[in-house]
């Protein structure tokens, strides 16, 4: 399944990137326009963009939530999102035996946080060649992430992305600890910080999560100051209509903002860093 490589530039460390799009695929229609859209912010603000969304959502708080399209319908709109747009596209999958097809449509094939830990899910990522983005799980410490970089490695592939989505504080709410960026940076592998999941109340609003868009700005900014490799938003031009994950959505007019913002203090650091002395 030969593919040619536009991720290649995540893991040099040379600019920061951003993973975004909506939580699922809404529709053919929808992800275009959506991730066109990203496209422009990304080139506005000099930041490379990975399109993000999934076919289906097997995590939902209740049976009768959206879930999204499906593998085959929805693996098929990626792909003419993957072509039509030129932006590398991620998506994230639940059994072994979606790998593979996912890596037919995609650049980088995502491990859901509560599935991190997951032997068979990491190994059969690994084994597809494409990149591989493994969420730190809500219950996980951040440096026992060192196992499933171990297991992912032992595929012989290194092209592994962590990405860190907050840490469950109490019931139904998370709390990011920038210590654990920094811990999962010593691991030597690109640190994303999932800004939008990490504003999530998990079953707060009943049948579905909650979320606190107001900390969006400044938990990127946050991110960017402790020198995470890049960010991932959940976006979507009216969240409060958005199918999935709507509660904690960056609005998606916002988004070439929020970009330039976090470029700007990235370059900061990068600079104070390269300073003598």
């Not at 326009?33 to 939902?60: C, E, I, Q, Y």
């Not at 999204?68 to 709109?77: C, F, K, Q, V």
């Not at 709410?173 to 920038?178: C, K």
Request: charged content about 20%; some cysteine; glycine content about 10%.
């Amino acid at each position: 399944m030969p593919m040619d490589d536009r991720v290649a530039g995540l893991f040099s460390g040379a600019a920061p990137f951003a993973i975004c799009g909506p939580c699922v695929i809404e529709s053919r229609a929808h992800a275009l326009r959506t991730a066109r859209a990203v496209a422009l912010a990304g080139r506005a603000a000099g930041v490379a963009v990975v399109f993000k969304a999934s076919f289906d959502k097997a995590n939902r708080t209740s049976l009768t939530s959206y879930r999204g399209p499906g593998p085959t319908a929805g693996l098929e709109i990626l792909a003419d999102v993957r072509r039509e747009t030129g932006l590398s596209v991620l998506t994230d999958i639940h059994h072994p035996d979606q790998a593979e097809l996912a890596a037919e449509a995609c650049d980088i094939v995502q491990i859901p946080a509560f599935l991190c830990r997951q032997t068979d899910l990491l190994l059969a990522a690994g084994r597809t060649g494409r990149a591989v983005n493994i969420k730190k799980g809500q219950f996980l410490a951040p440096g026992d992430m060192r196992h499933v970089v171990d297991k992912v490695a032992s595929t012989g592939n290194e092209r592994i992305l962590l990405t860190e989505r907050g840490t469950s504080f109490g019931y139904r709410n998370l709390v990011v600890d920038f210590r654990g960026v920094a811990e999962m940076l010593k691991l030597g592998r690109p640190v994303v910080l999932d800004v939008t999941h990490s504003l999530q109340l998990p079953g707060a609003a009943g049948g579905s999560s909650g979320g606190q868009p107001e900390y969006i700005d400044p938990l990127a900014r946050a991110g960017a100051s402790v020198g995470v490799s890049g960010v991932f938003f959940e976006v979507h031009e009216d969240p409060a209509q958005a199918l999935s994950d709507g509660a904690n959505a960056l609005r998606l007019d916002m988004l070439p903002e929020m970009l330039a913002r976090f470029a700007a203090i990235r370059r900061l650091v990068d600079s104070w860093q390269a300073s003598p002395g």
